[in-house]
């Protein structure tokens, strides 16, 4: 017997591509890739920690890695950046962003590991319970077989 797929709860931010964004042959710089990715981040960190009461504590990208799968130009938007959690761990949890064109074909891909940071002690922190649900809430439920 076949079971269904678990789906995750995706977190979806739109982003119109920007005048600034693109060369002189209005091809999108790699570079703003990741900072749609991070700008899609941080709303979703911002909203989704307030909808279980809580606030983001600070955070630092501690490693990204970005698949580049096809080029982003001027009239590629609005772009669709949708977020998931992929784990969660004491004081650490991993991000996966897709980018998609506005014909729905996936131009990026990319994971963020990001951990809670103390600022006055300068170095990591456990996540706060509140943080932890907020994430939890995105994260795929592990499928029993």
């Known amino acids: 017997m076949k079971s269904d797929p678990v789906k995750k709860r995706v977190f979806t931010y739109e982003i119109q591509v920007r005048w600034g964004d693109s060369d ?48 982003i130009s001027d009239d590629s938007g609005p772009l669709k950046v949708d977020v998931t959690v992929v784990d969660v761990g004491t004081s650490s949890y991993t991000i996966h962003h897709v980018i998609t064109n506005r014909h729905g074909a996936v131009c990026g891909t990319g994971d963020a590991l990001l951990v809670a940071f103390d600022v006055k002690k ?18 795929a439920p592990v499928r029993v077989c």
């Open 24 to 71: 002189r042959l209005g091809h999108v710089n790699n570079t703003r890739f990741v900072e749609y990715m991070q700008e899609a981040r941080a709303h979703f960190l911002s909203s989704e920690l307030a909808a279980v009461g809580a606030r983001a504590g600070a955070m630092v990208v501690r490693k990204m890695d970005v698949d580049f799968l096809r080029p």
């Open 122 to 139: 300068e170095r990591s922190r456990p996540l706060s319970d509140a943080e932890r649900a907020g994430l939890e809430r995105y994260l």
